[in-house]
């Protein structure tokens, strides 16, 4: 087990200090089929590498966190992670977001560093606990409804959607607009509506909870862009993380292709959310948050 452990610290670290930006990855594959045949094919797969996420305040830097990614959108993907988390909430107070120059260390593509104005408070204390992120869950457990509500987050507005509204057109237009998914079938997706059913902001990743931080760190640097009037679809099941991610950016309603967990319904209930899963062609179930929906 320390040998394993060991080889994977190493094969990190390599990937970590690595310059590839790529989100995609062609690799030769062997299929075999059912009468026994066999043959050889190059499929494309979706790259996953570790993003080192740091943040400098007053000529201080500090890591905050590791997360597993696709790379693409990766300062997106740092400032709306550290939003999400509640570690920043003045995103005026976002001097630059920009790749590491750190000259101990060999330029990487892999590092992030978001530094802030002098004098900006940031609360530390949200990041006194496990930092590494796994792709597939983010930072599992980390996050309690009680220390959500310490962030007092106001409840979101949103309108009554129109009558005409259609999340059929929506999850259409979603799968239609996946390249990458198209490509690989390896990773998810999260896709900002307008109440028009136009497709504002999509971002793709390995990770579900990356590509919505990517979502909201678009979001942020596009300040003039209301978030209120705005749908968020989501292309696999709804965790309490993405209520979370969705909430902190004033995200009313929230949209699943997939289930959502009794946590993420009881999030969305507790701050009012529109919280709709299992969004088929013909059907939705509404789990929180109904008045906004109206009789379209």
């Not at 390599?14 to 989100?23: E, R, W």
């Not at 607009?177 to 109440?195: C, I, N, P, W």
């Not at 991610?245 to 993420?264: C, E, H, R």
Request: some cysteine.
């Amino acid at each position: 087990m320390g040998d394993l452990r060991r080889s994977i610290s190493v094969i990190f670290i390599s990937l970590l200090f690595s310059k590839s930006v790529k989100s995609i990855h062609k690799i030769k594959v062997k299929v075999l089929r059912k009468d026994g045949s066999r043959y050889s094919l190059l499929d494309v797969v979706a790259v996953e590498e570790p993003l080192e996420i740091r943040l400098s305040v007053q000529g201080f830097t500090l890591r905050v966190a590791t997360t597993m990614r696709t790379p693409g959108h990766d300062k997106e993907l740092a400032l709306g992670f550290l939003w999400s988390e509640g570690v920043i909430r003045d995103i005026d107070s976002v001097q630059s977001v920009k790749r590491s120059l750190d000259p101990r260390i060999e330029v990487s593509e892999n590092v992030i560093v978001v530094e802030l104005s002098s004098g900006t408070q940031v609360d530390w204390s949200r990041l006194n606990r496990k930092v590494d992120v796994q792709s597939s869950c983010g930072i599992c457990g980390r996050q309690s409804l009680q220390s959500l509500r310490n962030l007092e987050i106001n409840r979101p507005k949103g309108a009554i959607w129109p009558s005409d509204l259609s999340l059929g057109t929506f999850s259409k237009k979603l799968s239609s607009s996946q390249e990458m998914f198209r490509k690989t079938g390896g990773v998810h997706a999260s896709g900002l509506f307008d109440y028009d059913g136009n497709l504002i902001c999509l971002r793709e990743d390995v990770g579900r909870h990356n590509a919505l931080d990517k979502v909201v760190g678009w979001s942020l640097n596009h300040k003039n862009t209301p978030t209120e009037d705005m749908i968020l679809l989501v292309s696999g099941r709804i965790s309490f993380e993405l209520v979370q991610k969705a909430l902190l950016v004033g995200i009313p309603n929230l949209v699943g292709i997939g289930a959502p967990s009794s946590l993420a319904i009881e999030l969305a209930q507790e701050f009012d959310m529109t919280l709709l899963g299992f969004q088929r062609e013909c059907s939705v179930n509404v789990y929180s948050g109904d008045w906004r929906i109206g009789k379209s």
